[in-house]
């Protein structure tokens, strides 16, 4: 299943109490290194991939694919960042990020970072403010000033609604707690994992941080997945 050497990690704590210790880089990748990653789900191996590939795309959501066609891996739709983006208390968090319809804007006379080159704008996960009260549409896929105001952070800040707690579980997965609602994780609608289920933020009934099987993804590195498995194994 893997194509490269996996490099033991030791005790590198991750968002909870679980430590990673289970050899796999693409955690490691994705969280430290800001490598995209696919995020593929426990339970039937389906990727996890915005509805609509546009940049230009802000007010759809995302889904679960267990076909990896063309258009979706040219326009690297099957991938995500896992970006750093401050702290609650002594939690790190993170914004999900596609790497699909990625923008970068030209750099500007006094340039910025070491080269110049401004940091690449990405569509980010973002959670309904009443989420998961309700089957609507509660995750969008957009940049922070583009999603609708029931998008929006309710504290003033637009990214509230958009960070999220990253949890790795005993089981060597990976599970998202939207921090505005930390009674609830990145789930499916019905919490039916099935192709084409779509995301939804669902009530965590596993009652902590680590969630259930329901919600668990393994984040896997471009190279080491060419298309998705049916029962990902580990």
Known sequence: MYTQERTPLANLVVGGPVPVNSHDNAI????????????????????????????DSHDQGLQLATTLDPDTK?????????????????????????????????????GRGDDGTPKPRRRRITVHQDAPKSQADALQVGLPGKVGEKWRGKNGAPEDTQ????????????????????DAILGFKDHAVTANSEARVTYNWGGDFTGTVINTFYPRLPNEWGVPYHHVLT
């Open 28 to 55: 490691v990748a994705a969280l430290v290194e800001n490598r995209p990653v696919m995020l593929v789900h426990a339970f039937n191996g389906g990727y996890l991939k915005p509805v609509n590939l546009k940049e």
């Open 74 to 110: 040219d326009r690297n739709g099957h991938l995500w960042h896992i970006t750093p983006g401050g702290f609650f208390g002594q939690r790190p968090l993170y914004f999900l990020e596609s790497a699909a319809g990625q923008v970068t804007d030209k750099p500007d006379a006094t």
């Open 163 to 182: 960070l999220w707690v990253v949890t790795v579980t005993p089981w060597g997965g990976v599970t998202f707690v939207p921090i505005t609602h930390p």
